[in-house]
């Protein structure tokens, strides 16, 4: 519902005299046309990260809603560690390789 409130949001006059116009297929201005079932099949095929997801298992006390402890472990789980830039409490500012 969301993605066809933003392309009805997309084609109005404000936001399309601010957008440079392209023929390119990849940029596909025709998506209001698709039904549901043909936007979600869109979506999937164009969908991913352009970041190096970090932080999701950060290394921060239990009572914060924790996935780990100190020592990499997976709370509740035996023999169970994370040891990525999951574990990162914070994002980093430089690329994810550098501190990992």
Same mark, same amino acid.
């Given at each position: 519902?969301?993605?066809?409130?933003?392309?009805?949001?997309?084609? &109005?006059?404000?936001?399309?005299?601010?957008?440079?116009?392209?023929?390119?297929?990849?940029?596909?201005?025709?998506?209001?046309?698709?039904?549901?079932?043909?936007?979600?099949?869109?979506?999937?095929?164009?969908?991913? &990260?352009?970041?190096?997801?970090?932080?999701?298992?950060? +290394?921060?006390?239990?009572?914060?809603?924790?996935?780990?402890?100190?020592?990499?472990?997976?709370?509740?789980?035996?023999?169970?560690? +994370?040891?990525?830039?999951?574990?990162?409490?914070?994002?980093?500012?430089?690329?994810?390789?550098?501190?990992?």
């Amino acid at each position: 519902r969301s993605l066809k409130i933003l392309i009805k949001l997309a084609n &109005t006059k404000p936001v399309l005299s601010a957008l440079k116009q392209d023929d390119n297929p990849l940029l596909d201005h025709n998506l209001g046309k698709l039904s549901d079932d043909e936007l979600e099949n869109e979506v999937r095929k164009r969908v991913g &990260t352009l970041y190096h997801p970090t932080s999701t298992c950060s +290394v921060v006390p239990l009572e914060e809603n924790s996935v780990v402890d100190p020592f990499l472990k997976v709370y509740g789980l035996e023999n169970v560690r +994370v040891a990525d830039a999951s574990i990162f409490s914070r994002i980093v500012a430089g690329h994810t390789v550098n501190s990992v």
